[in-house]
């Protein structure tokens, strides 16, 4: 089962980048690809020489939510955070966003992906000086996809057949797929949430990992504090003694913290912030191109969207520009409704979708419209459309006007949005992390998503999905992805109208921060340091 | 803003007891008659706040937002979801969900944190400590602050500093507190000045009290905000008190206006000035929910409007029943100061003292 | 009444009255003479104040001129409300306990007593929260948040009154309920009740800003003077009129409403002085 076959595909899955996967290496790996790959310039009047010591301070915003340590259950975008800091997993996510090999030596899939056979690099140890086995990794995954755990991600991981897992040897397990499936997205889905823990761990007693640094204090929704971790797999570093993770609840407040110097980084920030924190000379701002994507999802289950030719008009009736430049303040590119333009199988092929008022129009009046349809579009909550927020739908109900259609735009809070009636608004708005194809599909529309409010059920995209997420073969799965996103971009439910840009920012003190094509270069707390 | 909200409780109930101290008279006690009225008056406040958990408690269960599902997130599957809700006992009845919260409560445990699932007494503790500390320091800056104020004002009665300050005053009382605070961000942490720290990021293993720096801006808010209504007030009654006959008549027979002052005057108007303060507090303990979230300073205000958004409602709870309890207290020891400090209600407190 | 006698018109109430009045005019006026559509996207976003829009644009790109003149209008009806059916009810509350006493009185005044002790933002946030921000909803919390006051003032004002010899002599007369409370007690207790509305309306004023700085107020696109604070807020280093304008705005109407109930009350003290 491990082919030659299995492992070319996987190989060339795994990106464009220059270095081999199974490099036994494993520090070089990651570091070599991403300098050969990184063409976004390192600004020249930053420190480059990594130094020792000091606190690195982290100001990030985190909803309402507390959050917590689970490494398996990280319930906010925070607590991924944290367990960046605090776990190291299988694999990591390289500047282009696809997933490198991080604990794992070496990673065989066999051609249909259902299963997968991982060996961890030798000598790894966790935070209490345990050195990692095999049974942790068992442990890890069974842990990951116990049902009882009610992990949020378990729509995905449910598929690891975690009562067949084979320890091969100290370092070697087998991980078989059920469901008759292969599941070829596992690396992207595990690579957030999918911490190696030892089989001691508790998320709030025991809180033990293997990432750069060691939980020292957690006060859920106000902060954490870390520490270095010596013997962290990736020797000599991280670079700072302690890392603290301070929670905001607030933009302007958080911008103020970094201006005054009480935080030294703050991650994913608004863009009306960039404008006065690129004057100001302190502070670095570093601007990432990402494949997160923003989007209007139209509903096939409810009149009018379950008409084509209104989602043609929809489509054509949106001017793309014109939203990235008022609900992303510019900061993006314009969409295709299909997204993961990152991942090699994307389809390139298919051309863009341009502003067509009189088309949309004409579509409308065939459906039976005469400028006298009404549809109401939910948002989430706040004044961030990376955020799913109100800006995007209000510059959308703008523009529906001069195709004649009224959009009443009604905005919900955070327990609404993603509560009961998630999957049940007619229309409403979305924006999404960038991700491999498969891996996105599998969360948003695919027969498999436990989220698809756009209810897209369409026999043939379907049949495609299962063959392409079982295929390890990179050539033969292009096909596969290519027709399928050919269906999205025709029928699908998605006005997937931009890609937003991460934007960070961070004291001229700060090493190591650079833009990337993923969205964390701040989360990267084995490569930051600080500048005395 | 809501600063002043409380100010028809203040007025109606001081009306109150002037109009009703009359009709009651004749029901004296042998113990210190104010002792059962105390107890009478613990034991309604005790009603009310099972009265307001209650009401709490069911407003959460009305719109369809699910706890469980809000915390797992949209992508969560509907198995994941009805696991996590039975270890939470939401798929419980109601009444059987309000019992045992209260059973438990009653007994000191206040139930885990739907989100971060640590003991709420645990999660709340530290920021009841860092609120408490707040309204404290604010407290102790305008009680005095407004009694020297407000008697100075008094005493110089319509002259150009009381006309321009209590114009002034009328008009901070009217800026929203978020505009107080967003001001003096600008003014002395970001824009103009920067002397104090813009946001309070106090260190949790040591007491607020013990950091001060971050504790001046949202002191201060809160002062622009709450002291305005209580020099005023001071104020009112010095003047309402100067102007009382039993003063005309002392003054008449020769007394030293110093002696007036302090031995007449300033005893008369500190007992609406204690119903103020009362007052004042509790708008303390709710103005801290907007002043902390523009600090991102750790309080119980910051940490309710967090819980509201993703109805943590055994945190809601807890803060609710803490805030209703605080204000309930506050207004019985004002009460009960009101009535030992005022001879002719020392002997026959009514009801109405409420 | 006394209202309406001319030295009622102190400097401060006069001046409380004209500010009142000409928000009020703004608001009522102001959609009929905003130049654009309040949510029309006329300019770049943050764009600075030009020909065509005297106040430069918010976050979107609409004209901060335009969404000013119109959104004072929810800002004051909703405040108006609220005060309004506050005072309605309320005053109805505690006018019916106070000619009752009794245990009627009691039991009101402990329900009253219980709603104080909730502090009024909290009480709307919470509120708001679980069951959604349409406009009347909040209206009705913010009423309720403020009924507990007007049912102590009405009542103990009416306390006051009811023993007086004419209310006693309607009692005999055998007028009917209605008539004794509308038309003998309340002319009588009208003045405190004004004042305490204008001392409403400034409230409702600050709670409504505070609501929707916080994110629970009235919902975009429409335009709001608070939702403005709120929703221009993170571009204040880089359109300050798009904050600055309505927090003006928010804080003269809440000055005029405080100024006035201030001045009345004043007025009305003196009056009572040389009766």
Known sequence: ?532 | ?354 | MSLLKPRFLTSQAGLGLVISLSILALALLGPWLAPHSPVALVGPRYGAPDASALLGYDYLGHDVWSRLLAGGFSLVWMAAAASLIALAVGTLIGMTAGFFRGRFDQATLWWADVFLAFPNLILVLLVVAMLGREPWLIVLIVAVAFLPGVIRLSRSVTLGIAQLEYIEASTMMGYSLPRILLREILPNIATPLLIHLGTMMSWAVGILAGLSFLGYGVEPPAADWGLMVNENRAGLQIQPYAVLAPAVLVALFALGTNLLAEGLGRANAGIKEKA
């Not at chain 1, 076959?5 to 990651?30: C, K, M, W, Y």
């Not at chain 1, 790959?37 to 982290?58: I, W």
């Not at chain 2, 609710?320 to 020392?346: C, E, G």
């Open chain 2, 1 to 354: 803003m809501e600063s002043s909200s409380k100010l028809a409780g203040h007025w109606s109930a001081s009306a109150t007891q002037a109009s009703d101290s009359g009709k009651r008279a004749g029901l004296t006690l042998a113990l210190p008659a104010w002792l059962g009225w105390a107890l009478k008056r613990i034991a309604s406040s005790l009603l009310g706040i099972i009265v307001i958990s209650m009401l709490v408690f069911a407003a959460t269960q009305v719109l369809p937002s699910d706890p469980a599902r809000t915390i797992l997130g949209p992508e969560a599957t509907e198995d994941a979801v009805q696991v996590f809700r039975e270890k939470l006992g939401l798929d419980q009845p109601l009444i059987k969900q309000y019992w045992q919260w209260i059973s438990r409560a009653a007994q000191g445990d206040w139930g885990h944190s739907i989100d971060s699932n640590m003991p709420v007494t645990q999660l709340i503790a530290g920021r009841v400590n860092n609120s408490l500390a707040l309204v404290a320091s604010v407290l102790v800056l305008i009680v005095p602050g407004s009694l020297i104020a407000g008697v100075f004002l008094a005493l110089r009665r319509d002259g150009w500093l009381d006309r321009t300050l209590v114009a002034s005053m009328i008009a901070l009382k009217a800026i929203p507190s978020f505009a107080i605070a967003i001001g003096l961000v600008m003014l002395l942490a970001t824009s103009v000045f920067s002397i104090f720290p813009a946001v309070s990021l106090l260190d949790p293993n040591r007491s607020a009290f013990a950091q001060p720096q971050f504790m001046i801006l949202p002191a201060l808010t809160l002062v622009v905000a709450t002291m305005p209504y209580l020099v005023r007030l001071v104020r009112g009654a010095m003047i309402e008190v100067l102007d009382a006959e039993f003063i005309t008549s002392a003054r008449l027979r020769g007394l030293s206006k110093r002696v007036l002052i302090w031995q007449y005057a300033i005893p008369n108007a500190v007992i609406p000035a204690i119903q103020a303060i009362a007052l004042t507090t509790s708008v303390l303990l709710g103005g801290v929910l907007v002043v902390e979230v523009v600090f991102t300073y750790p309080g119980i205000g910051s940490a309710l409007n967090a819980a509201v958004d993703i109805r943590d409602i055994p945190v809601i709870q807890a803060i609710v029943v803490f805030l209703a309890a605080s204000v309930m207290t506050v207004n019985l020891i004002a009460d009960l100061a009101t009535v030992l400090l005022t001879p002719r209600l020392r002997t026959r407190p009514g009801k109405e003292a409420a």
């Open chain 1, 1 to 532: 089962m491990t082919s030659e076959l299995s492992r070319r595909g996987f190989l060339i899955n795994s990106a464009a980048l220059g270095g081999s996967l199974l490099l036994g290496g494993g520090l070089t790996g990651g570091l070599l690809s991403a300098c050969s790959n990184n063409s976004s310039p390192e600004p020249t009047a930053l420190p480059t020489t990594p130094q020792y010591g000091g606190r690195l301070r982290l100001g990030i915003i985190d909803g309402s939510k507390t959050g917590d340590l689970d490494a398996h259950k990280p319930l906010t975008t925070g607590a991924i955070i944290r367990g960046f800091a605090l776990y190291s997993k299988l694999w990591e996510w390289s500047e282009q966003m696809t997933p490198d090999l991080a604990l794992a030596e070496e990673v065989d899939v066999n051609a249909d992906a259902s299963q997968w056979t991982i060996r961890l690099r030798q000598g790894l140890e966790f935070h209490n000086g345990k050195t990692i086995t095999a049974d942790d990794l068992i442990f890890s995954a069974r842990r990951l996809s116990d049902p009882a755990l009610a992990s949020p991600y378990l729509a995905y991981l449910k598929w690891i057949d975690r009562d067949n897992l084979v320890k091969l040897d100290e370092r070697t397990v087998r991980i078989p797929i059920k469901g008759g499936i292969g599941l070829l997205s596992l690396p992207d889905s595990w690579v957030n949430f999918g911490g190696i823990v030892p089989q001691d761990y508790h998320p709030v007693t025991n809180p033990v990992g293997a990432g750069p640094y060691k939980i020292k204090e957690f006060v859920p929704g106000q902060r954490s504090l870390f520490t270095r971790f010596e013997n962290f797999y990736k020797t000599g570093k991280p670079y700072p003694d302690e890392l603290e993770i301070i929670d905001f609840k607030d933009q302007t407040s958080r911008v103020a913290a970094l201006l005054s110097g009480q935080i030294d980084m703050a991650n994913a920030l608004d863009p009306e912030q960039l404008i006065p924190l690129k004057r100001n000379p302190k502070v670095n701002v570093v601007i990432s191109e990402t494949h997160g994507w923003n989007s209007f999802d139209m509903n096939l289950s409810q009149a009018p969207f379950n008409d084509d030719r209104v989602r043609q008009a929809f489509r054509l009736l949106v001017d793309r520009q014109e939203i990235v430049q008022r609900a992303l303040g510019g900061e993006g590119r314009v969409g295709n409704d299909i997204y993961s333009p990152l991942d090699p199988t994307f389809n390139h092929n298919i051309p863009q979708r341009e502003y067509d008022l009189e088309q949309a129009r004409s579509l409308l009046k065939q459906a039976g419209y005469d400028n006298d349809l009404k549809v109401t579009l939910t948002v989430g909550p706040g004044l961030t459309a990376v955020a799913g927020g109100s800006p995007a739908g209000l510059v959308l109900a703008e523009q529906a006007k001069k195709a004649g259609v009224t959009i009443k735009v009604t905005q919900v809070d955070a327990a609404t949005f993603g509560g009961p009636q998630r999957n049940d608004w007619q229309f409403s708005t979305n924006s999404r992390l960038g991700g491999s194809f498969l891996h996105t599909a599998a969360m948003v529309d695919s027969p498999i998503s436990s989220a698809n409010k756009t209810h897209f059920d369409n026999a043939r995209f379907s049949e495609l999905f299962r063959q392409a997420i079982s295929t390890t073969d990179l050539e033969k799965r292009k096909p596969l992805v290519h027709e399928a996103q050919q269906i999205q971009h025709a029928q699908g439910g998605l006005i997937l109208w931009g890609f937003n840009n991460t934007l960070d920012a961070a004291g001229r003190h700060v090493g190591g921060l650079a833009p990337e094509r993923s969205h964390f270069p701040t989360w990267r707390f084995d490569k930051l340091w600080l500048s005395s």
